[in-house]
């Protein structure tokens, strides 16, 4: 199975600070597509980005930016001057041939104020 | 709907008693995906439903889990003989296609077998 790693599982920051959250692929498929999911303390998983194979820019959202690197099949986020709302478990996720989305294991953000 | 619904959030069964969880997506969306997520991991996905045929249901653990979407709408995901592993949060998502398309997800129904 091409796995999605997220190898920090949990971070612990103080408010304001940033946090980067690492997500690395496997892939056997030139077109695929990755996003990020934020799964708050209520449960329900809130979409946040997608990016395709063949879109390398980086992103940026307001506090949220995104860094895909293909050539190293990583695609990490980051969350500049962060709050006690982005605490929350963050998962990155990749979808190819087959409309199946598979996850990685999740990362789990606290923030402190 | 607004959003994807699913009920019940939560369902308390004993060992060997069948479940079922339903799921209402959203209005319009033909994709509908069936997911599991246990305590501190990633959802793992279970099945797959392009209107009303499933697409992929390569994830089903073993003949005891089925699910359903007859009229391409809402579905229904069964489990027979519930065991105290399946104990976990089901969680639905929808899509308006295939490919690129972003799923949606419903809160989950959260399964505790006794």
């Known amino acids: 199975a091409q796995k999605v790693t997220q190898a920090q599982t949990e971070i612990s920051v103080v408010e304001k600070e940033d946090v980067t959250l690492d997500c690395v692929y496997e892939?056997?498929?030139?077109?695929?597509?990755l996003f990020w999911y934020k799964q708050p303390p209520s449960g329900e998983l809130v979409f946040l980005i997608r990016?395709?194979?063949?879109?390398?820019q980086n992103e940026i959202s307001g506090r949220y930016s995104w860094n895909f690197q293909k050539s190293t099949s990583s695609f990490n986020f980051t969350i500049t001057a962060s709050q006690v709302v982005d605490s929350a478990v963050y998962f990155c996720?990749?979808?190819?041939?087959?409309?199946?989305?598979?996850f990685g294991g999740g990362t789990r953000v606290l923030v402190k104020p | 709907g607004a959003g994807v619904s699913q009920t019940p959030s939560n369902k308390v069964t004993e060992k060997g008693k069948y479940v079922e969880l339903r799921c209402d997506p959203i209005s319009g969306h033909t994709a509908l995906y069936w997911y599991r997520q246990s305590l501190g991991q990633g959802p793992e996905f279970l099945i797959y439903?392009?209107?009303?045929?499933?697409?992929?249901d390569s994830g089903l653990p073993n003949d005891r889990f089925f699910a359903v979407r007859p009229e391409g709408s809402v579905s229904t995901l069964k489990i027979q003989r519930t065991e105290r592993g399946d104990s976990a949060v089901y969680l639905c998502a929808s899509s308006s296609g295939s490919g690129a398309n972003v799923l949606t997800f419903g809160a989950g129904s959260r399964l505790t077998v006794l």
């Open positions: 439903f392009q209107g009303t045929g499933a697409a992929d």
């Open positions: 990016r395709n194979s063949f879109d390398e």
């Open positions: 892939t056997r498929d030139t077109t695929y597509y």
């Open positions: 996720a990749r979808k190819a041939a087959g409309n199946k989305l598979t």
